[in-house]
């Protein structure tokens, strides 16, 4: 299957954290937990655009329990790589979440500040269970006020790419992750 191999842009990270295989199994592992907890259950999944478009698809074929899609959207970093603090909804649901059993999927988890404007909003429109996965979690989010059922991978304070994690909208279709080389936002 074609993608960006972690190889073709090697100069532009200072480290490789995962390999595709590694992402794959991962998720395949937690792909296994959702079909247990929500077996019997109507649940809805809840994506965070644009990082978790990649995490949504290889979860959900992953899967063996049926499940409905549905996107969000916020805009809170532009072209930078550390977090400006300053959220907007640029897509949001468009389906009754009352009874319905919610699993948020988020990319990754940095500030914590997406997820806790996402929960917080969601929680009121009357969800039988709301839960959040994420594939990535960095050490402040760790410290959070929201609790993550599901987490991927724990990793280091440092700006990644790859697996649906973007700089300036490039990287996104990087079948690993790696940590972005400083040399790369100089050049910018
Ligand atoms: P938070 O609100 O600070 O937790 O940031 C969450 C969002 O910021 C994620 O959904 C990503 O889109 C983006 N983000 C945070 N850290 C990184 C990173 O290391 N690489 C790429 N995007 C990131």
Request: proline share 2%; charged share 25%; hydrophobic share 40%.
């Amino acid at each position: 299957m074609g993608a960006v191999e972690i190889e073709d842009v090697r100069d532009d990270l200072t480290t490789i954290l995962y390999q595709p295989t590694q992402i794959e199994r991962r998720v395949r592992e937690l792909a296994a937990e959702i079909d247990r907890d929500y077996d019997g259950q109507d649940l809805l999944i809840v994506g965070v655009l644009n990082g978790a478009v990649m995490a949504v698809a290889d979860l959900t074929r992953a899967m063996t329990i049926d499940c409905e899609m549905q996107w969000v959207a916020f805009s809170s970093y532009g072209d930078g790589t550390t977090s400006s603090g300053v959220l907007r909804i640029l897509k949001d649901l468009n389906v009754d979440l009352t009874g319905r059993h919610v699993l948020i999927v988020e990319d990754i988890i940095d500030t914590g500040l997406t997820l806790s404007y996402l929960v917080q909003n969601l929680r009121h429109r009357g969800p039988a269970s709301l839960e959040v996965l994420t594939v990535f979690r960095k050490p402040a989010a760790r410290q959070g006020q929201v609790a993550v059922k599901y987490v991927g991978f724990d990793i280091e304070d440092e700006f990644v790419v790859g697996y649906g994690l973007d700089y300036a909208g490039r990287y996104r279709n990087l079948n690993g992750l790696g940590v972005l080389s400083p040399a790369v936002y100089r050049r910018s």
